[in-house]
């Protein structure tokens, strides 16, 4: 069920065009994104550039464990994605899919270390 919300949000974003995907291109943003999200399964190093970017950008980085990111986005291989902080909606969005991950076990927030 919850599967089903955060699919849609992120199915907003990218309806909108307000939504990057891939590491290097979350890297290459001046402004900053409400909220990062990477598949469990993203390298070391590409987790790493996230979590300097989660603290450039001051916002969560979310992990997805049980259900891979490319399925929610139905986008092959993409392993980490954000939506742009372009406007007041998106903002909107990244707090809702936040909301719907917490009680599922699946979502879990990066907090420093070993995840």
Do not use: W
């Amino acid at each position: 069920m919850q599967n089903d919300k955060i699919s849609t949000y992120l199915g907003f974003c990218i309806r909108s065009g307000k939504i990057v995907f891939g590491v290097d291109r979350a890297e290459a943003l001046k402004k900053g994104v409400h909220l990062l999200i990477a598949d469990s399964t993203l390298s070391e190093n590409s987790m790493k550039v996230l979590v300097k970017l989660k603290e450039k950008f001051s916002c969560p980085l979310l992990v997805t464990e049980g259900v891979s990111l490319s399925e929610l986005l139905h986008r092959p291989a993409v392993k980490a994605a954000g939506p742009q902080n372009k406007k007041f909606f998106h903002k909107n969005l990244a707090s809702a899919i936040l909301t719907a991950s917490a009680s599922d076990a699946q979502y879990k927030l990066y907090s420093g270390g070993n995840n």
